[in-house]
């Protein structure tokens, strides 16, 4: 596979599996808590497996990365959801690891692709922080989902004002500038950066369009 070929790859599977823990292990966490998290191990057996080959190296470094933030997101939903201020904590609980896998020079897919979902993470709590929906998250992670609606009414009548919209066309701005100036690199690891940082923009508008509609 040229170099090119192999840049979109990654590119497009960052993007996927920075949308998988939103859209299926949200929920499954809720469920089966402890199922999620013993999947971590699974992840992490999966990756080590494709690194032990040098054929598929790169998509077991990138998986690395991945199992990472299935990790965190396993805790936090699991246990500590209804309370936002744990978040980017909790979603921060690998970072010394990909700190140190940088400084030693190994595993640059995964940790890039870690860092730009964090970063991705801690800009839209930045946005839940700035505009004040930090009640109505509370709200949400304490009720049944069946009586969610009229929370999810108040907090889009909140996003809608002069202040939600322009900070969010200004964190959105933000993200697309740092998504794709990595894309301008050839270093392969930048391009699972990007893609990272640029499918937090596809999520958190998934759910501004979902909200919305409800």
Do not use: N
């Not at 699974?42 to 040098?54: E, T, V």
């Not at 009586?147 to 701005?173: E, H, S």
């Amino acid at each position: 596979m040229g170099t090119t070929h192999l840049k979109w790859w990654l590119f497009g599977a960052a993007v996927f599996l920075v949308s998988v823990p939103v859209f299926i292990q949200a929920p499954l966490v809720r469920l089966f808590p402890w199922f999620s998290l013993l999947l971590t191990l699974g992840w992490l057996g999966c990756s080590l497996s494709l690194l032990s080959r040098a054929s598929t190296r790169l998509w077991g470094d990138l998986l690395l990365g991945f199992s990472g933030t299935w990790l965190a997101g396993s805790i936090y939903w699991g246990w500590l959801r209804w309370e936002p201020y744990w978040h980017l904590p909790v979603e921060a609980i690998a970072l010394p690891v990909a700190l140190y896998c940088l400084w030693r020079q190994w595993g640059k897919v995964g940790s890039w692709f870690y860092l730009g979902s964090l970063l991705g993470t801690a800009i839209t709590d930045l946005y839940f922080y700035l505009v004040g929906l930090i009640p109505h998250w509370r709200q949400l992670m304490q009720v049944d989902p069946s009586l969610a609606l009229p929370i999810f009414q108040r907090a889009i009548v909140q996003m809608q004002t002069p202040w939600g919209i322009g900070l969010a066309l200004i964190l959105g701005m933000m993200l697309a500038m740092m998504g794709l100036a990595p894309l301008r690199s050839r270093h392969l690891h930048h391009w699972t950066f990007g893609g990272a940082v640029l499918s937090t923009i596809l999520v958190d508008g998934l759910f501004w369009l979902a909200a919305s509609r409800a």
